[in-house]
Nanobody
Framework: QVQLVESGGGLVQPGGSLRLSCKASGTTFSISAVSWHRQAPGKEREQVALITSGGNTGYADSVKGRFTISRDNAKNTVYLQMNSLKPEDTAVYYC?????????WGQGTQVTVSS
């Protein structure tokens, strides 16, 4: 079992920055990938960034160049640095970990971009 806890969300003005954290606990070995997803009101959940156990990363087109995913293996934590935030980035952000055959989700953290 893997437990995921997100933190770092909040209210930020357009153009601002936030850093989200996803801390994993439990049996964290053999996690093959960790990703960040978001869900805005009335919209489907979408993946925004991914990092594999090998360190490969990927981003949705809507956040490419603005968001950066990284990890600290010693802390069992994955980060999402979000810069140049836009109102359309407003959503609940969820962390996801794949440890085949299971997929784990965190509880989510709210990000609101508004002036």
């Amino acid at each position: 079992q893997v437990q995921l806890v997100e933190s770092g969300g909040g209210l930020v003005q357009p153009g601002g920055s936030l850093r989200l954290s996803c801390k994993a606990s439990g049996t964290t070995f053999s996690i093959s990938a960790v990703s960040w997803h978001r869900q805005a009101p009335g919209k489907e959940r979408e993946q925004v960034a991914l990092i594999t156990s090998g360190g490969n990363t990927g981003y949705a087109d809507s956040v490419k160049g603005r968001f950066t995913i990284s990890r600290d293996n010693a802390k069992n934590t994955v980060y999402l640095q979000m810069n140049s935030l836009k109102p359309e980035d407003t959503a609940v952000y969820y962390c996801n970990a794949v440890q085949l055959p299971r997929v784990y989700w965190g509880q989510g953290t709210q990000v609101t971009v508004s002036s």
